[in-house]
């Protein structure tokens, strides 16, 4: 059984499109993220959330947002779509929220990505 | 600034020869560190982790890291690669959780590991 899986794997759309990229994780987890992997798989948090808090990473624009149906799930909605905004796309979970203040060791779980390219 | 460097961009390995993968931090304090790896296509696989205790910490695949305070550093290592350890590796590092920013983890920039016969 996949732990953290997402859908679609691969999404091409145009320039100015709104699109959704789902994720799922049956870990049990109270915790999960988004990433961006650029040209370049540079990889980058943008957002953590779990039922208490979304925590967004302040250099990602007010176009991308996440929405939590439940607590296995973390979808991420892209407004107007940008070229820049092609990338791979991965979700992830944790136990707890991962982080030193936190005092969370728990390792955190990564689903197999989605490539968003953008024409 | 807080920032997790991988110096080497590209490494080339004899199959059968011995790894080592760079990685250095910079944090006022010691953050939990982390390596991954990502095969062509494919997600991220945890290798190992260290969060405190014993400074050399055995993972998955045969790897190990060493954690050294003195250097701010947390290599990895292998004593003798296969052809299937051909794949981008990456460091990553919890942050302290101050400033505003997303809890999770920082990765370096990744090193991409190629594997010759």
């Known amino acids: 059984d996949t732990a953290v899986s997402q859908t679609p794997k691969y999404l091409v759309t145009q320039m100015g499109n709104d699109k959704s990229i789902k994720c799922e994780q049956n870990?049990?987890?109270?915790?999960m993220y988004w990433y961006k992997q650029d040209s370049k798989k540079f990889l980058k948090i943008m957002f953590s959330?779990?039922?208490?808090?979304?925590?967004i990473n302040e250099t990602v624009p007010n176009r991308f947002s996440p929405k939590s149906p439940d607590k296995a799930h973390l979808n991420l909605h892209i407004n107007s779509l940008e070229l820049g905004d092609s990338a791979v796309y991965f979700c992830a979970s944790s136990q707890t929220t991962l982080g030193v203040t936190s005092g969370s060791t728990d390792t955190q779980y990564f689903g197999p990505g989605t490539r968003l390219t953008v024409l | 600034a807080q920032s997790v460097t991988q110096p080497d961009i590209h490494i080339t390995v004899s199959e059968g020869a011995s790894l080592e993968l760079r990685c250095n931090y910079s944090?006022?304090?010691?953050?939990?560190l982390f390596w991954y790896v990502q095969s062509p296509g494919q997600g991220l696989q945890l290798l190992l982790k260290?969060?405190?205790?014993?400074?050399l910490v055995q993972g998955i695949k045969g790897f190990e890291a060493e954690f050294k305070r003195s250097q701010s550093s947390f290599n990895l290592r292998k004593p003798s690669v296969h052809w299937s350890d051909a794949a981008e590796y990456f460091c990553?590092?919890?942050?302290?959780?101050?400033?505003?920013?997303?809890?999770?983890?920082?990765f370096g920039k990744g090193t991409h590991l190629i594997i010759q016969p």
């Open positions: 870990l049990g987890h109270d915790t």
């Open positions: 959330y779990n039922n208490k808090e979304l925590i």
């Open positions: 260290y969060f405190s205790g014993d400074t």
């Open positions: 944090y006022g304090a010691t953050p939990y």
């Open positions: 990553a590092v919890v942050p302290t959780g101050s400033g505003g920013g997303a809890d999770g983890l920082t």
